[in-house]
Nanobody, 127 residues
Framework: QVHLVESGGGLVQAGGSLRLSCVAS????????MGWFRQAPGKEREFVAT????????YYTHSVKGRFTISRDNAKNTVCLQMNSLKPEDTAVYYC????????????????????WGQGTQVTVSS
């Protein structure tokens, strides 16, 4: 069982930055690829970014490439999402998720493949 808790959301003006953090419980954090997803009002949950177990591989949805950076610290059971140059269309609830992976460099952008989810943190970008 993995318990995920996100933090760092808030209200920011367009062009600003936020850093989301997600802390995981348990001693098997390094067994999981980690991902960030988001859900805007009236829309389906969408993939944002993912990072492999060891942190060597990352993958981003096209709309955030060059603006967002995902990172992890396995010693601290933490994954972060640095969000720069924020746009109003980035407004959503952001979720951290854990995906048990047996291959160290493999990734997934499919929400259904993730095993555990956090409760979400609200990000609001004003124009």
């Amino acid at each position: 069982q993995v318990h995920l808790v996100e933090s760092g959301g808030g209200l920011v003006q367009a062009g600003g930055s936020l850093r989301l953090s997600c802390v995981a419980s348990g001693r098997t954090f390094s067994s999981y690829a980690m991902g960030w997803f988001r859900q805007a009002p009236g829309k389906e949950r969408e993939f944002v970014a993912t990072i492999s177990r060891g942190g060597h591989n990352t993958y981003y949805t096209h709309s955030v490439k060059g603006r967002f950076t995902i990172s992890r610290d396995n010693a601290k059971n933490t994954v972060c999402l640095q969000m720069n140059s924020l746009k109003p269309e980035d407004t959503a609830v952001y979720y951290c998720a854990a995906d048990r992976r047996y291959l160290s460099d493999s990734l997934s952008y499919v929400a259904g493949e993730y095993d555990y989810w956090g409760q979400g943190t609200q990000v609001t970008v004003s124009s």
